[in-house]
């Protein structure tokens, strides 16, 4: 009986710890870009909200680098355990398996997806020294000066370069390409008028769309955004069949057992179905989505073929 007490604490001890529920200690999720933008604009109110849905801390860990490369890898060699998520964009799923081409990671055989969290527009702004009003009379005037105007982005091969460049392809215009570091010093030639075109995200140009200092011709998502509802969208404005826009996915390591992955899912789509998450991510201009797992699968691989051969055309490439 000496012996077998001991034996039994420890089939005991190990019963519970097999027992006990997901998540029972703190969940990190990588956003794989610096502190301040889409990602924590999502991100962290869904840690907050995941926190109460699932009774565990939830926090965001921001690393940035490399177009969220260096975040993806990091994620992608984590124990799948569930206690690291990364909260990736379009880039990181769709693009960046096309523009760099010795990418250490892929984002369908790397990572099993939780769900789409949701999904925002850019809005077409040009300088408001540029005398056009319309999307019809932007295009008109970047045909009769080709290469003339310009446009500026975060960088080659970014979301607002690639969503430029599809859009020049399908309008038939010619626009010079102007890269930037960051969106701040973008957007701040915009103002000044050193380049005449940009697309923005309605967190980034809202108070500068509310002063008047730039002009917005169009939204580049299928449906008006009911941010700024009286903006058309780029295939109404003239150009049919357009769309682009910035989209957020929640997954995890390649591995993470399917009983994680599904109280994830379902933690994810009650908090994006709570009413304080979803102010605020439309005051930001983001729209809470929560899609199943297969969903996700599906959209990144069309995704992945559309912007394939965006990049393709463009010709962006970074090593």
């Known amino acids: 009986m000496k012996?077998?007490?001991p034996m039994l604490a420890l089939l005991a001890h190990a019963l519970t710890t097999v027992a006990a529920p997901y998540p029972d200690k703190p969940v990190r999720i990588v956003v794989p870009y610096s502190p301040g933008g889409g990602g924590d604009v999502v991100?962290?109110?869904?840690?907050?909200?995941?926190?109460?849905q699932l009774g565990a801390s939830f926090f965001i860990d921001n690393r940035g680098g490399a177009g969220g490369n260096i975040?993806?890898?990091?994620?992608?060699?984590?124990?799948?355990?569930?206690?690291?998520l990364v909260l990736?964009?379009?880039?990181?799923?769709?693009?960046?398996q096309a523009l760099y081409p010795k990418l250490r990671y892929d984002a369908l055989k790397d990572f099993t997806p939780v769900t789409l969290l949701g999904s925002a527009p850019y809005f077409l702004a040009v300088s408001e020294s540029l005398p056009v009003k319309t999307l019809a009379e932007f295009i008109k005037l970047a045909k009769d000066k080709p290469g003339a105007l310009s446009y500026a982005s975060t960088g080659n091969g970014s979301g607002l370069h690639l969503s430029?460049?599809?859009?020049?392809?399908?309008?038939?215009?010619?626009?010079?390409?102007?890269?930037?570091?960051?969106?701040?010093?973008?957007?701040g030639d915009l103002l000044s008028g050193n380049?005449?075109?940009m697309f923005v995200s309605y967190g980034a140009g809202s108070a500068h769309i509310k002063a008047g200092k730039i002009r917005v011709l169009a939204v580049t998502t299928g449906q008006r955004s009911p941010a700024l509802p009286d903006v058309p969208t780029i295939a109404e404005a003239g150009v049919p069949g357009y769309e682009s826009g910035v989209w957020y996915a929640?997954?995890?390591?390649?591995?993470?057992?399917?009983?994680?992955?599904?109280?994830?899912?379902?933690?994810?789509?009650?908090?994006?179905?709570?009413?304080?998450?979803r102010e605020r991510?439309?005051?930001?201009?983001?729209?809470?989505?929560?899609?199943?797992?297969?969903?996700?699968?599906?959209?990144?691989?069309?995704?992945?073929?559309?912007?394939?051969?965006?990049?393709?055309?463009?010709?962006?490439?970074?090593?």
């Open 3 to 5: 012996k077998l007490l």
């Open 43 to 52: 991100g962290r109110p869904l840690a907050q909200e995941l926190g109460k």
């Open 71 to 84: 975040g993806m890898e990091q994620v992608a060699t984590s124990p799948p355990d569930g206690y690291t």
């Open 88 to 96: 990736a964009l379009t880039s990181q799923l769709a693009i960046n």
């Open 164 to 187: 430029m460049e599809l859009l020049k392809s399908m309008a038939g215009i010619d626009l010079l390409h102007v890269p930037y570091k960051g969106g701040g010093a973008a957007l």
């Open 195 to 197: 380049v005449q075109a």
């Open 250 to 277: 929640l997954l995890a390591p390649r591995g993470t057992p399917q009983e994680v992955i599904n109280r994830l899912h379902d933690g994810s789509v009650a908090a994006l179905q709570s009413k304080e998450l």
């Open 281 to 319: 991510y439309a005051a930001d201009g983001v729209k809470a989505i929560g899609s199943a797992p297969e969903f996700l699968t599906r959209y990144i691989q069309t995704e992945r073929v559309k912007w394939a051969e965006v990049v393709k055309r463009s010709g962006a490439t970074v090593e």
